[in-house]
Nanobody, 114 residues
Framework: VQFSESGGGMVQVGGFLKLSCAVS????????MAWFRQGPGKPREFVAL????????QYADAVKGRCTISRDNYKNMVYLEMNSLKPEDTAIYYC????????WGHGTQVTVSS
């Protein structure tokens, strides 16, 4: 199983980004998937979850109302749309199963400048 995240970048406060994750996993359509992030000097934390069928979504309080997680089970892709970005959203963002498995991707860096 491999995860390949992309779409990060440097944006100003209040900006928008859409992150993508390509998942190499034969069981992808049966797996709940999630985004996680690790900010500078902080432990990795949960950001958002989407159920295998896309019907249930959960968000961390820190991003609720500002992020939307989605998936495409035909393309084995997971997405995270982020708007109204804040400096505290600066982190490396990763996708993984929920609960996560060993073997993380390289992540994609999001930097929000004020």
């Amino acid at each position: 199983v491999q995860f390949s995240e992309s779409g990060g970048g440097m944006v100003q406060v209040g900006g928008f980004l859409k992150l993508s994750c390509a998942v190499s996993d034969l069981s992808f359509t049966y797996r709940d998937m999630a985004w996680f992030r690790q900010g500078p000097g902080k432990p990795r934390e949960f950001v958002a979850l989407i159920a295998a069928d896309g019907g249930r979504r959960q968000y961390a309080d820190a991003v609720k109302g500002r992020c939307t997680i989605s998936r495409d089970n035909y393309k084995n892709m997971v997405y995270l749309e982020m708007n109204s970005l804040k400096p505290e959203d600066t982190a490396i963002y990763y996708c993984n199963r929920r609960p996560p498995m060993d073997g993380w991707g390289h992540g994609t860096q999001v930097t929000v400048s004020s």
